[in-house]
């Protein structure tokens, strides 16, 4: 048996997976970095990701119930991130590689969330909306690549979504406070909707609601609805103009905004409208994760990919669409 070890470290997770070749996955263990108050600062992630390392991976490797000296592959998660954060997992990669002469494969976290969509559903060639804290992006695979078809002109949802709950006091991660929230509120408060051709964008969103919080005149639960009913409206319309422009039939959706239930139904009755099928995943492989890492890993490498330890390095700044697929 052939077994991958995925290391995830693009931002607040740290995280360590064995799968199988064969697609299996074995472990997924994590830990997230998290803050009482205020944002990441990526040295303070990346010191967590130093100390959480070592019993993370070897949690995955427990778990899982093997050895280093039983895993064929380990793969990293190379691009796009935080650099501090990703050259800890990049680190962790190589070292080990180099302990246990074991090869080495470098992948691209977005590219990594739809191929994990592939694996665990029946989905052959979907689209997927990727919502995250730090990423939005519509990706379909076109012509030997992951072309991004629609995205955010500025922040990403899941950071947007956040930092609206820090200006109503709701805490961090804001997301499944403003989820909780949002099932309590039934007007529709008429907020910008920023759609521009197939790209979002929120900073217009995120003023006008910084005044309305501001201006004491709306309810919490209201304003929780309404921004997630507005927000998510954009998202589904330009997946679902990505569906119809690619002629795709398939949808997953990835990212930890992904596990919005609300999100899942408007992706899932948009999907029905146009006879094509939504694919949902369990939460723990919406959010960051390093099961996803090992097997685009093992995909890469059975395509004849692999890197020297010494060239294992990290790129917080590739996109979606410069990866060259070669194992589709
Ligand atoms: P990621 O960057 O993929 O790890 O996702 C983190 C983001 O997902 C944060 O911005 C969270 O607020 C957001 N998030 C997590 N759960 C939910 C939820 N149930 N609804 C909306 N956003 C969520
Ligand atoms: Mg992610």
């Given at each position: 048996m052939k077994y991958c070890l995925g290391i995830e470290s693009t931002a607040h997770t740290f995280g360590a997976s064995v799968v199988t070749f064969?697609?299996?996955?074995?472990s997924n263990v994590k830990d997230i970095f998290t803050t009482k108050?205020?944002?990441?600062i990526p040295a303070e992630v990346a010191d967590h990701h130093v100390n959480v390392c070592g019993d993370v991976i070897q949690k995955a490797l427990d778990n899982a119930r093997v050895?280093?000296?039983?895993?064929t592959l380990i793969s990293y998660s190379?691009?796009?991130?935080l650099g501090p954060c990703l050259r800890v997992g990049a680190m962790a990669a190589r070292s080990l590689a180099v302990m246990g002469s074991i090869k080495l494969v470098g992948v691209n976290h977005c590219i990594a969330h739809l191929e994990i969509g592939r694996l665990l559903t029946k989905a052959k060639d979907p689209v997927l909306l990727y919502a995250s804290g730090a990423n939005t992006q519509v990706i379909a695979y076109e012509g030997k690549k992951y072309r991004i078809f629609g995205e955010t002109l500025d922040m990403g949802i899941g950071n947007f979504l956040d930092s609206f709950a820090r200006d109503l006091g709701l805490?961090?991660?804001?997301g499944p406070k403003i989820e909780e929230l949002a099932r309590k509120g039934k007007k529709l408060i008429a907020l910008p909707y920023s759609v521009k051709g197939m790209d979002v964008s929120f900073g217009g969103l995120q003023t006008n609601l910084r005044r309305k919080v501001e201006s004491r005149k709306y309810k919490k639960e209201e304003l929780c609805y309404s921004v997630q009913e507005t927000v998510f409206a954009m998202l589904i319309e330009v997946t679902e103009r990505a569906m119809a422009h690619c002629d795709k039939k398939e949808l997953v959706l990835g990212g930890?905004?992904?596990?919005?239930k609300r999100l899942q139904e408007m992706a899932r009755i948009m999907c029905k409208d146009r006879k094509a099928t939504c694919y949902l995943l369990e939460n723990q492989y919406y959010v960051d994760n390093a099961a996803m890492i090992a097997w685009l890993g093992i995909l890469q490498f059975k395509a004849g990919e692999s890197v020297q330890p010494e060239k294992a390095d990290i790129d917080?700044?590739?996109?979606?669409?410069?990866v060259v697929v070669k194992w589709r």
């Open positions: 064969s697609g299996k996955i074995l108050k205020g944002g990441m050895s280093l000296k039983d895993i190379a691009s796009p991130g805490g961090f991660p804001g930890g905004v992904a596990c919005n917080p700044y590739t996109r979606t669409d410069d």
